[in-house]
């Protein structure tokens, strides 16, 4: 009887041993799929970023007069970027087209004289930063950057 009772008792120990290894392997896969879901979020948040920033670099591009005045360059910060809890968006414009259409513009890639003069393409770069939000010393200064990048041709 007291080798039952002594078996029954290994029994019960190594099955709650078992059984904590298998919640400590639930609860860490758990915070690995957690960070990698923040992660997911923050980079589908940078292309939503990164195609509404083309939208607008149209739309300040077509507002100017190209023969005084270029859009060469967008800056914006969406909410504290540094902190790990925004964005940092950086828009660069290149022009080709006429020469006489874009001759206020210092950031030309080809200057075309035998074109229509109404013709005029802009290479638009949008770079959207964020850091990871769930980086352990997130208020680093050399906490890495990571970056999403975008390239639109676009006719104006």
């Given at each position: ?21 298998v ?6 896969a ?5 960070k ?7 980079r ?9 920033y ?6 300040a ?5 190209r ?14 970027p ?11 414009i ?12 210092s950031?030309?890639i ?8 109404d ?20 208020t ?17």
């Open positions: 009887m007291r080798l039952k009772k002594a078996f029954s008792l290994l029994v019960a120990i190594f099955t709650i041993l078992l059984l904590s290894l919640a400590t392997y639930i609860f860490y758990s915070s690995i799929i957690s990698s879901g923040g992660l997911q979020y923050q589908e948040q940078a292309m939503i970023l990164a195609r509404s083309t939208e607008y670099a149209v739309m591009i077509e507002g100017n007069d023969s005084v005045n270029c859009t060469q360059e967008i800056n914006a910060d969406i909410g504290s540094n902190i790990g809890q925004g964005y940092r968006v950086k828009v660069l290149s022009y080709i087209g006429n020469q006489n259409y874009i001759n206020g513009c950031n030309k080809a200057q075309l004289n035998n074109t229509d003069p013709t005029l393409t802009a290479i638009i770069d949008v770079y959207v930063k964020y850091k990871d939000s769930q980086h352990p010393d997130i680093n200064t050399n906490t890495p950057w990571q970056t999403y990048h975008r390239r639109s041709i676009q006719k104006i």
